[in-house]
Nanobody, 115 residues
Framework: QVQLVESGGGLVQPGGSLRLSCTAS????????MSWVRQVPGKGFEWVSH????????YYLDSVKGRFTISRDNSKNILYLQMNSLKPEDAAVYYC????????WGQGTQVTVSS
């Protein structure tokens, strides 16, 4: 079955960096556009970044442009989100989304930005 498993979240100080990973299985990862989406507790989901199946076309939420980088390794079935210069407002649960018909979500990984 399709599985998306995020990892790499944690507590980081403002200005710090984290790299999130999303390991995919159960489908042809190299054929699937993928996204990162985040949710702040009590608020709605916010799309963060998207990449096409090759990883050569990317899109970003304006507030993360220049700080976050989405990438993928299709040989390993892994989606990444490199997050630099983190701000307190980046704190959220981060989910990867994608798979067949773009309808699958991972379980999420918590990112906390605090001094």
């Amino acid at each position: 079955q399709v599985q998306l498993v995020e990892s790499g979240g944690g507590l980081v100080q403002p200005g710090g960096s984290l790299r999130l990973s999303c390991t995919a299985s159960g489908f042809t990862f190299s054929s699937a556009p993928m996204s990162w989406v985040r949710q702040v507790p009590g608020k709605g989901f916010e799309w963060v970044s998207h990449t096409n199946n090759f990883g050569d076309v990317t899109y970003y939420l304006d507030s993360v442009k220049g700080r976050f980088t989405i990438s993928r390794d299709n040989s390993k079935n892994i989606l990444y989100l490199q997050m630099n210069s983190l701000k307190p407002e980046d704190a959220a649960v981060y989910y990867c989304r994608g798979g067949p018909d773009y309808k699958y979500w991972g379980q999420g990984t918590q990112v906390t930005v605090s001094s």
